[in-house]
């Protein structure tokens, strides 16, 4: 019953605020939203049709509801990226990851599950459920006989072995990470950079007409995201998948960022 502004999330405000009416969040994730309410009284907070909170709205006498049906710019803060998109958009990536799986001793299941378990990739919204749509072969895996992987697809190397991403201060670094649709078992992947941030320049060639200052992007099966990752904190730091279970697995690699 309320209307919802999305206005920045992760690390940054939105270069542009807009409505929406739901919102997808991948582990890790963050969205500031502003919520508008008409009338006083209790109202539910909904994840898939489940009720998950509550929020109580007492009367008032503020009128605030011309300022809020406002949607706020905030170009400023990609104004330098913004300005150069053309040039971004057209350079090679510096580095590429792909995104897949191995699995070990699965009594076949490994192979029968790349035939039974598609993602509708015209669908943005569409990925695999582990848990829903294999509960059976979610219980038989473990970090001992599944490996999920991150590849660079430059050097061949992946997870832990990748130990040559060494940057310096100030550089900004465009990422390609692709999310391979003919793995074993293609799903979504929450893709964290710790101790940075970056914008989305593109999923899937298109580019990105509204940037927000993020540290964690969701590639769904099949697609293909361009990131600007702005190494600005000096340190070694991790890369990974932010799915718990994908992380321990071995979706996970570090890079370092010089002085």
């Known amino acids: 019953g309320a209307k919802v502004k999305l206005v920045g999330g992760d690390v940054g405000r939105g270069e542009k605020e807009e409505w929406i009416d739901r919102i997808i969040l991948a582990p890790a994730e963050r969205s500031v939203v502003e919520v508008s309410y008409l009338e006083a009284g209790d109202f539910s ?28 710019t905030n170009s400023e803060d990609y104004k330098s990226i913004r300005g150069q998109m053309n040039s971004w958009f057209r350079k090679a990536p510096d580095k590429k990851l792909r995104a897949t799986i191995e699995m070990q001793g699965m009594g076949g299941m490994s192979g029968m599950m790349g035939h039974t378990e598609t993602a509708d990739l015209s669908d943005p919204e569409s990925g695999i459920e582990w848990e829903d749509t294999m509960q059976m072969m979610n219980q038989m895996s473990t970090d001992k006989n599944v490996t999920w992987k991150l590849v660079d697809e430059i050097t061949g190397k ?22 391979d649709p003919e793995s074993a078992h293609p799903m979504q992947h929450p893709i964290h950079f710790h101790g940075q941030r970056f914008v989305v320049l593109s999923r899937n060639g298109e580019a990105n007409e509204n940037f927000q200052w993020k540290d964690t992007a969701l590639v769904r099966p099949g697609e293909r995201v361009a990131l600007l990752v702005e190494m600005s904190n000096p340190g070694v730091w991790l890369a990974h998948c932010h799915i718990a279970e994908h992380m321990h697995a071995g979706m996970m690699f570090a890079f370092e960022v010089k002085k």
Do not use: C, T
């Open 45 to 72: 907070i909904l994840n898939k049709g489940q009720k998950i909170g509550s929020v109580k709205v007492l009367p008032s006498e503020k009128k605030v509801r011309d300022s809020f049906e406002e949607l706020r």
């Open 158 to 179: 992946a997870n832990d072995a990748i130990d040559d991403w060494v940057f310096k201060k100030g550089d900004l670094v465009k990422v390609e990470i692709y999310n």
